[in-house]
C-alpha cells in the first residue's frame, strides 16, 4: 500500500526562502501572507490530502467508475465524503473571487494545493481542478447574470464544472468541431453534438453540473473563427438558484482507459441542450485561451505531483528492501542482506528523479507567482511582462514536466522490481496515470510546436530576452561565490545550448517551418533542461547561504542535489542541441508510404 | 482494434544479404537453409501470428487469467486453440533436439518465431517461450532418464514448462531463497516453499505443466552455493508416461498486474511435492545460468516486438488520422485537414522508433547467429569465442532493447492523442505488456551490472577487445564508400566514446566499485547505441551495394533510416559518457535516511 507525504517544508522553503514572497505583499491576496501563514494553510492542506485523499487512491484505481443505465455515474468509495471535506476546507475556494464567495488567495498557493492533492489522489483532484478551470473561464468572459447564477455555487463546491472540446475527429485540430448551437428566442442556443475525453462530465458528487461547450453556431465561418463557447447546465436553474429540470445533456459511456480510473471520462450527448453564450460569439477558442496558461500549468503540476509520490514510495522501498550487499562490502552484516538502497544505481534512480521534483516544484511556483502578477500586479507594464514570461514558460512546463513527472514514475516503479508490476504495490497506478498529463491539455508535441511556433517569436522575442536576462543575472550573481561558481559555469554551458538552439531556430525555421517541427520537442526539453538550472541555482544560492551559519542537514541535501542536477542532467543539453542542427532534411525524406 | 504483419521481408534481408547466412552451411541444422526456405518458414510463421495470435490480443488483455476454487486456472477465449496450432505448426518444437522429436533447425529461427509471436500477443508467446525454456534447461542437465521422461512431451507441446526462481523476500538476491527439499527414500526430494511471480504457473491449455524448481537440501550451505535445481511435475508421470495423480504443487493466486494479463502469474505453492534433481546439488544455479543468454535474449526480443507492433499501429494511424495542417501548406486539399504524418515532429518519433526496431532486430539475429555457433559449432576455440561474445551483449540486448522498447512504446501511443489512453485502441496494452521486459529475467538495473562487474572483465577483457575489432574493421571497409563514409565516421566517434568509458570503467571503478556501479546503466545504453550503429552500418552497406545496381525503394528507406540514426540518435554516447564520467562521489554523498 502505497503512502505519501506532502512536502510542506519544501514548499516553505521556496516560497519564503528562495522566491521572498513577502516581496509580493502590495498585490491583492498577498497582504497577510506571512511564512507562518503559508506553512499553516500547506500544512492543512497536507492534512486533508494525506488522510482523506490518498487512502483512496489505490481502492478508486481498481473501483473505477460506473454507469448506470439513466446516464448517471458513481464515483468510487469515499470520493464522495471527501468531496465534501475538501469543499468544506475551502480547498475549491481559495484563490476564487471573494465577490462571488472565493477566499482571494494567491493562485499560487492553489497551486501548491493541486499539487499535494494530485499526488494523493490525481483522479481526484481533477473534479475540484476542472472545476476551477470554468470557474475561472466563466468568471472572465461571463455576464453579469450569468456569473450571479453560477459561480457562487461552483465556488462553493455545490456544482462543478467541465471542459467540453474535444470530439470523435478532432482534438488538436478545434477548427474541425461540428456540434452545433442554433438560436433559441429567448437568446439562448440549443445545442446538439457529441463531446468525448470530458473529465468529470457526469459523477454524483454534486447536484448539478456546468458544462462550458465549444460549439458552432449556425451560419458561423469555418475553421476557428466560427467556434463559440457557452455554458450549459446539467440541470437548468430556477428562479431562486435551485437546480430545476432537466437540461438535455448527457453522459452517453465512460471510456476506459489506461490510468486516472476514478475520474469519469465520458462522451457527453447533447441534444439540443440549452446553453448561455460566454464571451463573443465566433471568439470561442479565444475564451478558452485565456484559461490556458494556468489550465496548462495544472496538468505540469500533476507530473510533478505523480512524480513526487512516485519517489516518495520508491525511497522507502528501497530503505526497506533487503537483497544483495554493498559492492563495497557489506553494510547491514546483522540482516540477511544490505537494503537496496547502498547501491549506487538505486542512488542515481532516485537522485534523478529527485533533483528533477524539487527543481520542477521550484519552476511551478516560480511562474504561479508570474499568474499572480500577471493578473493582480498593479502595474501595467510589469503585468504584461509576467504574462509573456509564463506564456512562454507554459508549453515547456506542460511539456518537460509532464514527459519527465512519466518517466520518472517508470523509474520509481523500477525499484521496487516485479512488485512494481503488481498493481496492489501502487507503484503502476502512478505511471498509467502520470501518462495522460503528456496528452490530455495539448498533447505535448503541441506543446512544442506552440513553443518555437508562437511563444519564441511573440513580440520580437521579447518574453526570451527578458528570460536569457534574467537567468544571465543570476549567473553572475552566483559566479563569485566559491559553492556556486561551479553550478554557475554548468548552467552557463546550457545557456548558451539555449542560445545557439534558439539562433539556429531563427536562421533556420523560418525559411522551412520543418527544421523548427524536427527541433521542436528537443528544444522544448533544452529549454526545461536550463529552467531546471536555473532553478537549482536560485535554490543553490539559498541553500549555501545557510550553511554558512551552521550544518543544516536539509540544505546540504539541497546543495548535492543540485550538484548532482548540474553533473548528470543538465549535460543533455548538448545532446538535445546536436539533435535540432540534424535540421529536417532526413526527418522528411522518405514518401509516406514508406512508413 | 490494432493490426500486426510481421517483418518477413527484413528478416529475409537481415539473414540472408547483410549476415550471409549461407556461410553458417557447416552447422547443424542450417544445411538445408536457403533464402527461400527461410521465407517460406517466416511466411508460415507470420501467417499464424497475423491471423490467430493478434486478433486474441486484446480480448485476451480485456479477460485476463481466472483462477477457480479448485486452483485451476482458465486462460482467455482462444488461447486453447491457438496453442494447438502453434504446436501443431511446429513452432515450439523448430529449435529443440531431434533426438526428442525437435526439429533442430536454427535457434536463430525460433528467435524470429518469437518476435512474430510477442509482437502478436506477448501474454500467448509466454507459454511456449517458458516451455522452450524448461526444454533447454533438461536438456543440458537432466539424466537419460528425465529427459526421455518429459522432453518428448515438452517437445510436443502436450506439457508445458515453467521456471521457479523468485520468492516474496528474493528476487534478484537468490541466495535468500527458503524453499526447502527434503530427500525421499526413493531418491526424490519432498519440496516445499512458496513461490512468486511465476510465469505460466497454472493454465488449461495442456494435461501437464513441468516445473522448475529452484531450492535448498536440507543441511545445504547457505547462500547461493547452497541452492539446486529440481523439476517437479504438476501431475506425477505414470510408467507409460501419461500424467497420473496430482503432485503437491498448486497455484495459490494470481496475481493482479500492469500488463501480460493473459499470461497467468501464479503464487506457486509446493507443499511436499515430489521433484527431481537436475544438474548437480547445491549447483542450480549455475544450471539456470546456462539457460540465461537465451532466456535474456528472449526477453530483448519482446522490448523489440512490442516496439515493432506499437510503431506499426502509429504509422497506420499518422497516414489516417486528419487533423491541421502542415506547416509548410496544405497537402491534402481535397480532405478537412491534412494526415498528421505530413508534421515533422509526427516524423521524428516514427523514424526514432523504427530506426531502433530494425537496428535492433539486427542486433538480435547477429547475437542469435552467435548462439547457434556457440552451441552448434564444429571449432571450440570458435564456439568458446562466440560464447564469450553473446555473454557480453546479452546484457546490452536484455537492458538496451528493453529499456528502448518500453519508450517507444509510449511514444507511438502518443501519436494517438486521447485515443492512446482509451484500451480499445491497443496502445495502451502495449505499453503495459513491453513495461515487465525492463523488470523480469533481470531486472534492467542488474543487467548492467552483470555487464560492468563480469562480462567486461571477464578472460582480461577478451571479448571486449574481439568486439572493438569487429566494429573497428567494419568501420575501416566502409570508409572508403562516398555514402558510408559519414556513417562511418559518426560510428567512429560512438566506438571511441565506447572506449573511453570502458577505460574509465578499467581505471575508476576497480579501485572504488562505486563508480562502476553508478556509471553502469550509462555504460549499458552506451554500449546499446553503438551496437546498434554498428547494425546500421551493416545494413547501409548492402543497401548502398544494392542501390548501384538501380532504384529500390526499400534500400532507400534503409539508408535514410541509416542516415536518421547516425544523425539524431547515435550522438546520445556523449551524453552517457559525460554521465559516467561525473563518478559515484555526489550519488553516494547522502545518507540513507536523507532519502
Redesign the interface.
Given at each position: 500500500m502505497p503512502s505519501y507525504k506532502a512536502p510542506v517544508a519544501d514548499v516553505s522553503f521556496l516560497l519564503t526562502d528562495v522566491f521572498g514572497i513577502e516581496q509580493y505583499g502590495s498585490l491583492p491576496g498577498f497582504s497577510d501572507l506571512s511564512g507562518e501563514m503559508i506553512d499553516a494553510i500547506a500544512g492543512e492542506a497536507a492534512k486533508l490530502c494525506e488522510e482523506q485523499l490518498q487512502p483512496i487512491n489505490l481502492s478508486g484505481d481498481r473501483e473505477g467508475c460506473v454507469r448506470h443505465a439513466d446516464a448517471s455515474v458513481t464515483t468510487p468509495k469515499g470520493f464522495k465524503p471527501a468531496f465534501r471535506n475538501y469543499v468544506e476546507g475551502g480547498w475549491l475556494s481559495l484563490s476564487a473571487n471573494p465577490d462571488y464567495g472565493g477566499q482571494g488567495l494567491p493562485y499560487t498557493l492553489a497551486a501548491v494545493v493541486n499539487e499535494f492533492a494530485s499526488s494523493a489522489n490525481m483522479s481526484f483532484a481533477m473534479y475540484p481542478g476542472l472545476t476551477a478551470g470554468a470557474i475561472a473561464a466563466i468568471d472572465v468572459h461571463g455576464s453579469e447574470a450569468i456569473k450571479a447564477t453560477y459561480l457562487p455555487k461552483m465556488i462553493a463546491g455545490t456544482w462543478t464544472g467541465t471542459m467540453n472540446l474535444?470530439e470523435p475527429?478532432?482534438?488538436?485540430?478545434l477548427g474541425?468541431i461540428r456540434t452545433r448551437a442554433k438560436p433559441n428566442a429567448d437568446g439562448s442556443f440549443a445545442i446538439t453534438g457529441t463531446k468525448?475525453?470530458i473529465s468529470a462530465g457526469e459523477q454524483d458528487l454534486t447536484e448539478n453540473i456546468i458544462h462550458l461547450v465549444l460549439a458552432r453556431v449556425d451560419g458561423a465561418p469555418e475553421g476557428v473563427k466560427g467556434i463559440s463557447l457557452f455554458v450549459v447546465p446539467k440541470f437548468h436553474v430556477n428562479p431562486d438558484g435551485t437546480p430545476g429540470a432537466r437540461n438535455g445533456v448527457a453522459c452517453g459511456s465512460i471510456?476506459?482507459?489506461?490510468?486516472i480510473h476514478a475520474n469519469a471520462t465520458c462522451v457527453m450527448n447533447f441534444d439540443g441542450a440549452t446553453g448561455y453564450l460566454i464571451g463573443e460569439m465566433n471568439r470561442g477558442l479565444n475564451a478558452m485561451f485565456v484559461m490556458m496558461n494556468e489550465a496548462r500549468l495544472g496538468v505540469a503540476i500533476q507530473g510533478l505531483a505523480q512524480s513526487e509520490v512516485a519517489y516518495q514510495n520508491a525511497?522507502a522501498y528501497?530503505?526497506d528492501r533487503?537483497?544483495?550487499r554493498a559492492?563495497?562490502g557489506t553494510k547491514a552484516p546483522d540482516k540477511?542482506?544490505d537494503?537496496i538502497?547502498?547501491?549506487?544505481?538505486?542512488?542515481?534512480?532516485?537522485?534523478t528523479i529527485?533533483a528533477f521534483n524539487e527543481g520542477a516544484r521550484a519552476l511551478v511556483l516560480w511562474n504561479a507567482l508570474k499568474s499572480d502578477v500577471a493578473h493582480r500586479g498593479g502595474d501595467a507594464a510589469a503585468r504584461e511582462m509576467a504574462d509573456e514570461q509564463l506564456g512562454l514558460m507554459t508549453p515547456v512546463l506542460k511539456g518537460f514536466l509532464t514527459d519527465r513527472g512519466?518517466d520518472n514514475c517508470?523509474m520509481a516503479?523500477?525499484m521496487f522490481?516485479?512488485h512494481?508490476?503488481?498493481?496492489?504495490w501502487g507503484m503502476?497506478q502512478f505511471?498509467?496515470d502520470a501518462?495522460?498529463a503528456?496528452?490530455?491539455e495539448g498533447?505535448?508535441?503541441i506543446q512544442?510546436?506552440d513553443l518555437v511556433?508562437r511563444k519564441l517569436p511573440r513580440n520580437g522575442g521579447k518574453a526570451l530576452m527578458a528570460y536569457f536576462g534574467e537567468v544571465g543575472g543570476l549567473i553572475k550573481d552566483a559566479s563569485v561565490d566559491e559553492t556556486l561558481k561551479p553550478f554557475a559555469a554548468a548552467l552557463q554551458t546550457g545557456v548558451g545550448h539555449l542560445q545557439q538552439a534558439s539562433m539556429w531556430l531563427m536562421q533556420n525555421g523560418m525559411g522551412?517551418?520543418?527544421?523548427?517541427?524536427?527541433a521542436?520537442?528537443d528544444y522544448m526539453h533544452l529549454f526545461g533542461l536550463v529552467a531546471l538550472g536555473q532553478m537549482w541555482l536560485m535554490q543553490a544560492r539559498v541553500a549555501a547561504e545557510r550553511l554558512k551559519a551552521g550544518p543544516d542537514?536539509a540544505m546540504s541535501?539541497k546543495l548535492?542535489l543540485a550538484?548532482?542536477y548540474f553533473?548528470?542532467m543538465l549535460?543533455?543539453t548538448?545532446?538535445r542541441l546536436?539533435?535540432m542542427q540534424?535540421g529536417?532534411a532526413?526527418?522528411?525524406?522518405?514518401p509516406?508510404?514508406?512508413?
Open positions: 474535444t475527429h478532432c482534438g488538436t485540430d474541425l468525448i475525453f471510456e476506459h482507459k489506461m490510468g525511497a528501497a530503505k533487503l537483497q544483495g559492492l563495497t540477511a542482506a537494503p538502497i547502498v547501491h549506487p544505481d538505486v542512488r542515481r534512480t532516485l537522485l529527485r512519466f517508470v516503479q523500477q522490481g516485479g512494481g508490476f503488481i498493481e496492489e503502476s505511471v498509467r501518462r495522460i503528456m496528452i490530455y498533447a505535448n508535441g512544442a510546436l511556433g522551412n517551418p520543418d527544421n523548427a517541427g524536427a521542436s520537442v542537514a541535501t548535492t550538484r548532482f553533473e548528470r549535460p543533455e548538448a545532446l546536436a539533435r540534424a529536417a532526413t526527418v522528411m525524406a522518405l509516406a508510404e514508406a512508413f
